[in-house]
């Protein structure tokens, strides 16, 4: 696995010396019960991306992680808006990490989970047409797919005015899908974080002001603020901060 720019830990061990990626699984890790976790990378004032795409906050280290984190889950979800908007081809890995996977007796790819009230989606995109494991698609009673789309991916139906995430998470674990890395967007997390789903957030923070536009890394209807414990802290050789807030 690629080390790419040095990554060393500020905290809560201090050292100077780059981390391998051995240790970084270490540190990011799996639970041991069933866990959703959010990753984003965001600029110092917040923005979530810039010119409109993620792509312009995230370097080499926060790629590395992201790669890892990917390598570490049973099911990634993402919402539909920004599976389309940010171009998501399907949810493949090489073979280095399928081999770790496999060594830990998971499957070799994680599942692509989308959500999407409309199921207004492409099966010929790439996350779906060309995807190694079959995708799963979380949507609401009563809408229609379009044509194609069954033929590539399973539907789920679960809540009636919107898709009800309490239920799409139990489904999963039903499946086997208990850890789950979800990366975004905005109004997702803003979801997740009203119905109190969120057990961990990874947060990549790259040195840059985006200044006044972009939106931010969470959105949607207020919800009650949740203690979140700090719990590492690390350093990328870019400037890059690598944060993981967790509450188990």
């Not at 959703?36 to 979530?48: E, H, I, P, Q, Y």
């Amino acid at each position: 696995m690629s080390v790419g720019l040095p990554i060393s830990e500020l905290w809560p061990d201090p050292s100077p010396e780059p981390v391998d990626d051995d240790t970084l699984i270490r540190r990011y890790g799996r639970a041991d019960l069933p866990h959703l976790r959010m990753n984003f990378v965001t600029s110092v004032d917040g923005a979530v991306s810039v010119d409109g795409y993620s792509a312009g906050l995230s370097g080499k280290p926060d790629k590395r992680v992201f790669g890892l984190l990917r390598m570490l889950c049973d099911a990634l979800l993402v919402a539909a808006g920004t599976l389309r908007h940010e171009g998501y081809r399907a949810v493949r890995l090489d073979e280095r990490r399928r081999a770790w996977r496999r060594a830990h007796g998971l499957a070799e790819y994680p599942t692509l989970v989308v959500v999407s009230g409309t199921a207004n989606l492409d099966p010929a995109q790439a996350a779906f047409a060309d995807a190694p494991v079959r995708p799963v698609v979380l949507t609401r009673h009563g809408t229609s797919a379009p044509p194609g789309l069954a033929a590539v991916a399973d539907l789920v139906r679960c809540g009636d005015d919107r898709v009800d995430l309490v239920a799409g998470l139990t489904e999963l674990r039903r499946r086997g899908l208990g850890q789950v890395l979800c990366e975004g967007g905005p109004r997702l997390f803003g979801a997740l974080t009203a119905a109190d789903l969120v057990d961990e957030v990874c947060l990549s923070v790259a040195p840059l002001l985006a200044g006044a536009g972009p939106g931010r890394i969470t959105a949607g209807d207020p919800s009650p603020a949740r203690g979140l414990p700090l719990r590492h802290v690390l350093l990328a050789g870019d400037g890059t901060l690598l944060l993981r807030y967790a509450r188990r």
